[in-house]
T-cell receptor, first 114, second 114 residues
Framework: QQQVKQSPQSLIVQKGGISIINCAYE??????FPWYQQFPGKGPALLIA?????SEKKEGRFTISFNKSAKQFSLHIMDSQPGDSATYFC?????????????FGDGTTLTVKP | KAGVTQTPRYLIKTRGQQVTLSCSPI?????VSWYQQTPGQGLQFLFE???????NKGNFPGRFSGRQFSNSRSEMNVSTLELGDSALYLC?????????????FGSGTRLTVV
């Protein structure tokens, strides 16, 4: 049973445009929602994360929007740049429990055209 | 500060063989988690170790096993390799378990089974 659904699978955006990636989760026990960025040949790297007590978090050009009632969260990349071309994974986890593991979405391959 | 080190970076093995992958976490990190990444299945949780004890295990057959040493270094072993085991195996470390949010991933070991 997939607990985190991510869309779209791939995304092509022009330089300077806005990239939007969406995720939906099922388990209401999740209380931490990170996004990871992965470049070819590298492991995923933590990009930005949010807890459900806030509806939005912004770090530079990256913003997470969180809708607790809809069990959805999204990543917005403003002024997208070719260097942002990578695969993005959303994840959900339960902090400070024995659950331990994160559940990941299937990933979105973003291509930013110059 | 050194990141998460995984060795080897690449491996080619024959069906039926066994393989051992190694992971050295960030200094001071005591929790190590392993993930399998494939194009079709995304990031799938294998297991998590803390203080030499397996705390969580994903839904993988018993051919997949792991261990953690007193210095927090971890190894995972796959016996009787199958073609479907071809994947990127990622190790992630964090200070304590239950903090998937605090993951730092290594660059992975690319395993190809022929």
């Amino acid at each position: 049973q997939q607990q985190v659904k991510q869309s779209p699978q791939s995304l092509i955006v022009q330089k300077g445009g806005i990239s939007i990636i969406n995720c939906a989760y099922e388990n209401t026990a999740f209380d931490y929602f990170p996004w990871y960025q992965q470049f070819p040949g590298k492991g995923p790297a933590l990009l930005i994360a949010i807890r459900p007590d806030v509806s939005e978090k912004k770090e530079g050009r990256f913003t997470i929007s969180f809708n607790k009632s809809a069990k959805q969260f999204s990543l917005h990349i403003m002024d997208s740049q070719p260097g942002d071309s990578a695969t993005y994974f959303c994840a959900a986890s339960r902090e400070n429990t024995n659950a331990g593991k994160s559940t990941f979405g299937d990933g979105t391959t973003l291509t930013v055209k110059p | 500060k050194a990141g998460v080190t995984q060795t080897p970076r690449y491996l080619i093995k024959t069906r039926g063989q066994q393989v051992t992958l190694s992971c050295s976490p960030i200094s001071g990190h005591r929790s190590v988690s392993w993930y399998q990444q494939t194009p079709g299945q995304g990031l799938q949780f294998l297991f998590e170790y803390f203080s030499e004890t397996q705390r969580n295990k994903g839904n993988f057959p018993g051919r997949f096993s792991g261990r953690q040493f007193s210095n927090s270094r971890s190894e995972m072993n796959v016996s009787t390799l199958e073609l479907g085991d071809s994947a990127l195996y990622l190790c992630a470390s964090s200070l304590v378990p239950g903090q998937g949010v605090g993951y730092t991933f290594g660059s992975g070991t690319r395993l190809t089974v022929v």
